[in-house]
Structure formats: structure tokens, C-alpha cells
């Protein structure tokens, strides 16, 4: 049975084109993508995310518990609020998913992870959690709105009760304010600054209103796809999974080897790869001949095949095509993609493409 997020009355009204997505009944755009994406880019969008879970976890021993769950390490969350962004990898180094987990307390901490892999997470965190005596607590009587693009902090806060908008005003990137039961974060998935919004679910509806009322504009999936594949961001499914090392996805950055007697599920199998010549890279591509860059497109350099594009499309802020894509080591500066069995030019650049509604590569030969 499709799943149902408690915004979907207001998606079909506004004119949403539903799509199935992750089991979700769930909104690809309301008439133009490419106008969803300028919208957040230029001023302010919104994007309905309930279909994410919230997990929130209890115990005096939260902390080393989490410290082995995930790869990056929470012993960097000193403040309350402070968030952390990680890979929650298996005993063979592949990622279960990409989350963020966010401090309120030693013995309180929250977790957003993926829609797809909700079940498996749930169930994984559970297995693993039973030895630290912690709780775990999925919170489905929550929901969650995204607003992003350059005025979307600002028109939030105008609605915002005064204690909240006091608590959130000045709010540092990948930090997190709880009032009562809603809880902002200043984390997003576009490149864009703006607020993440965990709420009561019986709620939701009235902000949804309120901030198309201050023009905010309802943003679909395809639009938040372009947005964070411009911005350089990671996809559950495409860029990594099970079977991808966080090595071999651009992800390197969130292992955190720092702490040598720190044990994280995974470690071992990662760190006997930590070094090796041939791991395969993970690079940014833009497209310098005629087509469209998608997924599985395979790679070529001097003839021989080096690898596939994971995440590929049209990027309207740079109308241009770009991919993500792993291939072996050693790549140079250039190679060719596989499009209609024509071998077009593509220029390797180091991601994002887009941050903050401007270019980050050159767009020139």
C-alpha cells in the first residue's frame, strides 16, 4: 500500500504530479521543474520531506553508541543542537545510508535518515542499539519542511512564534533549535541556505499554507534532484549503497580515523582500503558536447572503458549537463561518455557545480 505524507491533500490541490516514490505517494513538480529550481536558486522554495524518518534515541549511553554506529564521530557534537553529517556503514564498509544526527543532550541525540531505507535502518539501529540500553524511537507523528533558497530563513522566521524565531534567528549552519515539539535545523539538500523543519505533523498543514502565502514556492522531487546533484550532494542509491565503500563515493571526508581505539562498524573492512592505489574516484563531470549526461552512461579514456556515471542531468542554473560519476584511478582532465553509441567529450571537474546560486567551475574549454 503507497504511503501518504500528511501534506498530500495540499500536493494534489496545488496541481502536483504524483509520483511512487520509496513506497510514498509523493510530489515529482506542480507544472515546471526547471521553474521549481530558479525559484530556489533566486528566492525561496519548499519542499515536503515528512517521507524521511526521524529517529530519536535515548540513553545514558547514546554517545558511544552512535560513536560505533557511524563512521564520522560524535564526539565532535559539543553543543547542543550541533549537527553531524555520516555514513552508517556495514561490517563489509558498504553504506547502509547517509544521515545527519543532530546533539541535544549526552543522553538525547536525533537521527534523519532516508525514505528507502527507513525499514532497514530502523530495524539495523534496533539490532545494534540493544547492547547500549538505548532507545530508539522512529517519530512518524512527525513531519518535515524543507525551505531553502536565499530569502527562505528570512520568510520562515516572519512566521515563526517569537520564541522559536528568537531561537532560530541567528542559528549557525548545521545547527538545530528545539521549541516545544518543533525543532529547525539550518541544514538543507541544494546548496541553498535555509531551515530543515521537524514539526508536529497536525501542524504541518497550517505552515505549508503560511509560507505559500509568503511566496515560497511548492517544490517537487525532480526539482530537489537538479538542486542537489548542481550542489555536488550524494544520493542514497545511485552514488552509494551497499556494496560502495564511502571511499569510492567522494565521502571520505566523513570517515573519521582520528581515534585510533575508537571502533565503528565497518572500520576494519574500510581502513584495510584506506590507502590503496586502486580505489576508484569519484569526480564531477560537464558534458562538452551535444546530449544529456544520465545514469549507468558508461566512461571511456583513450578507448578503454574506466567507469559510469552515477548521477547524471541537466543543471538549469549552468544549462549545462553534468554527471557525478566513479571511475578508476588516475583519470586525467577529460574523457568521453557513451551517449547513443557516440563518444561525446565530457571535462572532469572537481564538485559542487553550483553553491549558493552561482557557478563553481569553469564553464569555459
Not at 500528511?6 to 516514490?21: I, K
Request: glycine share 10%.
Amino acid at each position: 500500500m503507497t504511503m501518504k505524507t500528511v501534506l498530500n491533500d495540499q500536493h494534489r490541490t496545488l496541481g502536483g504530479r504524483m509520483v511512487d516514490f520509496a513506497g510514498w505517494d509523493m510530489p515529482v513538480h506542480y507544472g515546471s521543474q526547471m521553474e521549481e529550481h530558479h525559484a530556489v536558486r533566486q528566492s525561496a522554495g519548499m519542499f515536503d520531506v515528512s517521507h524521511m524518518l526521524v529517529v530519536d534515541l535515548a540513553g545514558e549511553r547514546s554517545r558511544p553508541f552512535l560513536q560505533y554506529l557511524l563512521a564520522n564521530d560524535v564526539a565532535r557534537l559539543k553543543t547542543e543542537g550541533k549537527a553531524l553529517y555520516s555514513c552508517m556503514l556495514n561490517e563489509q564498509g558498504g553504506v547502509i545510508d547517509d544521515l545527519i544526527v543532530y546533539y541535544f543532550r549526552d543522553d538525547a541525540f536525533r537521527m534523519v535518515v532516508n525514505a528507502g531505507c527507513a525499514d532497514k535502518d530502523l530495524a539495523w539501529i534496533k539490532q545494534q542499539a540493544a547492547s547500549f540500553a538505548v532507545t530508539v524511537t522512529a517519530r512518524r507523528d512527525l513531519a518535515m519542511i524543507a525551505v531553502q533558497g536565499p530569502q527562505a530563513r528570512g520568510k520562515a522566521l516572519s512566521l515563526f512564534s517569537s520564541e522559536l524565531a528568537d531561537a532560530t534567528a541567528e542559528l549557525s549552519v548545521f545547527h538545530a533549535a528545539t521549541v516545544g515539539d518543533w525543532c529547525v535545523a539550518r541544514t538543507g539538500y541544494t546548496g541553498e541556505d535555509g531551515f530543515e523543519i521537524m514539526l508536529p505533523a497536525t501542524e504541518a498543514v497550517a505552515l505549508w499554507q503560511a509560507l505559500a502565502d509568503a511566496g515560497v514556492a511548492p517544490c517537487g522531487l525532480g526539482a530537489r534532484d537538479t538542486l542537489r546533484l548542481e550542489a555536488g550532494m550524494n544520493l542514497y542509491g545511485s552514488d552509494m549503497d551497499e556494496q560502495c565503500s564511502p571511499l569510492e563515493a567522494g565521502l571520505n571526508w566523513t570517515l573519521a580515523w582520528e581515534s585510533e581505539t575508537r571502533d565503528f562498524i565497518g572500520r576494519k573492512a574500510v581502513e584495510t582500503k584506506r590507502n590503496a592505489t586502486d580505489n576508484k574516484q569519484f569526480v564531477g563531470l560537464l558534458l562538452e558536447g551535444r546530449g544529456v549526461l544520465r545514469n549507468h552512461q558508461k566512461l571511456f579514456a583513450d578507448g578503454v572503458e574506466i567507469g559510469e556515471i552515477t548521477s547524471g542531468g541537466f543543471a538549469p542554473t549552468l544549462q549545462r549537463s553534468i554527471a557525478l560519476a566513479r571511475v578508476t584511478a588516475g583519470i586525467g582532465g577529460s574523457c568521453t561518455v557513451e551517449i547513443r553509441g557516440k563518444q561525446v567529450p565530457a571535462k572532469v571537474v572537481k564538485p559542487p557545480f553550483v553553491r549558493k546560486g552561482k557557478a563553481c567551475i569553469n564553464l569555459e574549454g
